[in-house]
């Protein structure tokens, strides 16, 4: 079990004022941006642990003691003549992240406070006996002044912390709450308190964990403290009672399962069945209902709570259950508001700063594609209709002429970003699937994709293998000429060109039609991700970017897009293929262009790299066709997924990975648009999710998807490395 928030973010009162934002990815995905050194956007608050989107002990404890060193090297803790009694830090949270920074605090002798609103490591003190603290991952190396290495038991674990609070005497304030974080200067806050005087402070450590509020009915009767509670503390509070549980989680179907033997339990559920259940909950939840040891009503809904009843809707019927206790377990929402009134930028959260920048990012793909190529890098003759750009001519000192038109310098931009970042990506991560997936675009893009035509015209002045070269990888209905008859042979030139090109419309149809089919059928959406120059370009320039692709059912839903795009691509190339060539027009410049190149590559850093891949691009949906036969899977060890989110945050295609590794299901192309990048299976700490069928034997680092030697080595995922693993840093936003 994960450390799912450390502490508690202030709930929102009833006079307190809801923050309004629009965000293009749940509100479990909006995080802080924070740089390397753990800083936010404002200078001075530092964000660590639960809260950055890594819900791990040993990461959250690691944080806590890099955070410290960093801000000590950033001179955050030099004071002038004028500090007023300020405190050094004030360290907001105190689980396991607040506690660390608080002993490396304690340590260099800096004034600090943790100010926590309940208890040290409260949500660990709210597990039900017995249950474990789990210190994943296993070969990251525990820096902390905490000894979280090793699987303790909840009583075992809360004797470690008790213990390290007491050792070091750490100065932690329980039972206050912070409100807000008021800036009145650089390095100037006032931390602001319920019931209290705020706390001056140099700086701040936001170390709050991801539960904030816990979510609410919103019925009659909820306001019943003494019965209606949001957390199971332990069973032996309950003793033949009437206990309505509410949720269908994993925390709702544990709950109901230690409190059925001793007390009369019905769980209500609002959907049909059950969903995101882990394998053994699934399971004992099931034997538990065939035995009838408790009662699920789904399709339900709490209508209102009196003292001795509960009314409940169940499938459009009105029921009364007698009831003593009403466990809501529905979850918590995440402490947004709390981030947003800090004046922090919050990923995933549109500003208009974000919007101005999107636009202007739209509008240069624009120019791009549809401009660039009237204008001219170097010097152009008297009535040229090339307009020139001066200041760029030293450039074509290095390279050929060719290049001097800005449409073609802008695709050896486009090749070189492809050759650069993914060789940078693949160091970075230093993981064999990274590797061959990079490798593999850089191969196919600088050879049949641009670098053989490139080359042919460079040194002979023209390519004659363009009617092989460029239906050699490029199929329909992505490459909407595959079946023109082109070149023909012109006067002078050899007949054999026209076989040639014959023979281009037959490898085109075959490449269609069967090798493409074929391939996906075995292989999956690869060729998305490894081979095609859009998904190149997305795989690595693009790389930075991949978590902020839509996610929900919105998003979803806008993928049925590419219904209208596949009869559209066969309707205007059965026209363009009778000579009528309008309709191939407008379409080539809309989808062809604007789609494909302006508006996806321009939205890159606001929607992520692949709006294109997801939303519009035939081919894709072409294989999504056959990939309902596809032996492509994605397969999840069952039991061992921690419920954190990092695969779903990563996933460009907005796939519910999570839900399904939850359930020990593996992900395909019967029900996903999978391209096989393998970002979730690198990112997940747990190492749970392989391609193709589990391995047998797995030994627990790297596995069958590490390369040799383990390759997932420390400095790949240290806690140095997460928040750049997480792309989350101020100077790799763009």
């Not at 922090?344 to 500003?351: F, K, P, S, Y």
């Not at 693009?542 to 692709?549: K, L, T, V």
């Not at 096989?676 to 391995?695: K, Q, Y």
């Amino acid at each position: 079990m994960s450390l799912n928030g450390q502490a508690q973010a202030a709930p929102q009162t009833a006079t307190a004022k809801k923050k309004s934002y629009f965000a293009t990815v749940p509100p479990q995905e909006i995080l802080p941006i924070i740089d390397s050194g753990y800083e936010s956007s404002v200078k001075g608050i530092y964000v660590i642990g639960d809260v950055t989107g890594i819900p791990l002990v040993k990461i959250a404890a690691n944080h806590g003691a890099e955070v410290i060193d960093k801000m000590e090297r950033k001179k955050a803790f030099e004071r002038n003549s004028h500090d007023n009694g300020q405190l050094d830090v004030v360290i907001i949270g105190g689980g396991p992240a607040g506690l660390s920074a608080a002993i490396e605090a304690q340590k260099k002798g800096l004034k600090y406070v943790v100010l926590e609103r309940s208890h040290a490591v409260n949500t660990v003190r709210g597990f039900p006996p017995g249950k474990k603290v789990y210190s994943e991952p296993r070969f990251l190396q525990n820096n902390s002044g905490l000894e979280v290495e090793g699987d303790r038991e909840k009583s075992e674990f809360l004797e470690m912390v008790d213990q390290a609070i007491k050792q070091n005497d750490l100065k932690i304030k329980e039972g206050v709450e912070v409100k807000r974080i008021r800036k009145r200067g650089e390095h100037d806050f006032e931390v602001e308190v319920a019931d209290g005087s705020p706390f001056p402070a140099r700086n701040v450590i936001v170390a709050i964990g991801r539960q904030g509020e816990a979510r609410k009915l919103d019925v009659p009767g909820e306001d019943k403290a003494h019965k209606v509670v949001y957390r199971l503390h332990t069973p032996k509070d309950y003793a033949d009672n009437d206990v309505l549980i509410v949720g269908g989680g994993n925390s709702a179907i544990e709950a109901a399962l230690m409190l059925m033997d001793d007390n009369r339990v019905t769980l209500s559920y609002r959907r049909d069945e059950f969903f995101r259940l882990k394998q053994d909950n699934r399971e004992a939840i099931e034997a538990a209902i065939a035995e009838d040891k408790l009662t699920v009503l789904f399709e339900s809904n709490v209508q209102e709570i009196r003292e001795d009843e509960v009314d409940l809707q169940v499938k459009g019927e009105t029921q009364t259950l007698s009831n003593d206790y009403v466990l809501v377990l529905i979850g918590t929402l995440p402490p947004v508001d709390f981030l947003l009134d800090t004046g922090m930028e919050l990923d995933g959260v549109w500003t208009t700063k974000r919007v101005i920048y999107c636009a202007i990012g739209i509008l240069i793909g624009y120019f791009t594609y549809f401009q660039a190529k009237h204008f001219s890098l170097t010097p152009v003759p008297e009535g040229s209709d090339l307009t020139y750009v001066p200041g760029f001519s030293w450039i074509f000192n290095f390279l050929a002429d060719r290049f001097s038109n800005l449409y073609s310098f802008y695709y050896l931009l486009y090749f070189t970003g492809i050759l650069g970042f993914g060789l940078y990506w693949g160091w970075r991560y230093k993981h064999r699937l990274i590797w061959r997936r990079n490798l593999s675009n850089i191969f196919f893009n600088w050879t049949l994709w641009w670098g053989i035509p490139t080359l042919l015209v460079a040194l002979w002045g023209k390519n004659p293998w363009t009617p092989l070269l460029t239906r050699s990888l490029n199929a329909w209905p992505l490459n909407m000429t595959a079946f023109d008859l082109d070149p023909i042979a012109q006067p002078g030139e050899p007949s054999w060109w026209t076989a040639v090109a014959v023979f281009g419309v037959i490898w085109a149809v075959i490449l269609t039609f069967v090798i493409l089919p074929v391939f996906t059928l075995f292989f999956g959406k690869f060729y998305c991700s490894h081979v095609c120059s859009c998904g190149a370009l997305a795989e690595t320039v693009g790389g930075a970017f991949r978590h902020r692709g839509p996610k929900g059912d919105t998003s979803r839903w806008v993928e049925r897009f590419g219904y209208v795009v596949i009869p559209l691509a066969v309707l205007v190339t059965v026209l363009h293929l009778m000579g009528i060539d309008t309709p191939f027009g407008y379409y080539n410049s809309l989808v062809g262009t604007f789609f494909a190149g302006a508006l996806a590559i321009g939205v890159y850093p606001f929607l992520g790299q692949r709006v294109w891949c997801r939303y519009w691009c035939p081919l894709a949906f072409w294989m999504n066709f056959w990939g309902r036969w596809s032996r492509f899977k994605i397969s999840a060890e069952p039991g061992k997924c921690i419920d954190c989110n990092i695969c779903n945050q990563y996933c460009q295609m907005g796939i519910d990975i999570k839900s399904r590794a939850l359930q020990g299901q593996p992900v395909t192309l019967k029900d996903s648009p999978c391209v096989g990048c393998a970002e979730c299976i690198v990112r997940c700490p747990m190492e749970i999710l392989h391609l193709g069928e589990l391995p047998e034997n797995k030994p627990y680092r790297g596995g069958t998807d590490a390369g040799p030697g383990s390759t997932m080595t420390l400095p790949v995922l240290s806690t140095l490395d997460i928040p750049k693993m997480n792309d989350r840093s101020l100077e790799e936003r763009g």
